[in-house]
C-alpha cells in the first residue's frame, strides 16, 4: 500500500472487527478482536493511516502514515 493510504476499523454486528478501505464494499480482513484487527491492519499498510471507529460512531487515530 501507498503511504497515503487509509484504513478503517470497525466492530461488526457479528462482534468481529473489519479492516477496510474507505468506500470499499468488502473488507481487506476480518479478526476476532480490536487488537488482532489493528495488529493486521498495520501489516496491510505499514505506513498509511489506520482509524478506529468507535461504537459511538467516532473516529480516533491509531496511526498517521
Known amino acids: ?3 497515503h493510504d487509509e484504513l ?10 473489519e479492516i477496510k478501505k474507505p468506500h470499499a464494499e468488502r473488507s481487506s480482513a476480518i479478526e476476532d478482536t480490536q487488537k488482532e484487527a489493528i495488529d493486521r491492519a498495520k501489516e496491510l499498510a505499514p505506513e498509511g493511516d489506520i ?10 487515530q491509531i496511526r498517521k502514515g
Open 51 to 60: 482509524k478506529l471507529k468507535g461504537l459511538d460512531g467516532k473516529f480516533r
Open 8 to 17: 478503517i476499523i470497525e466492530k461488526r454486528d457479528d462482534g468481529r472487527w
Open 1 to 3: 500500500m501507498a503511504k
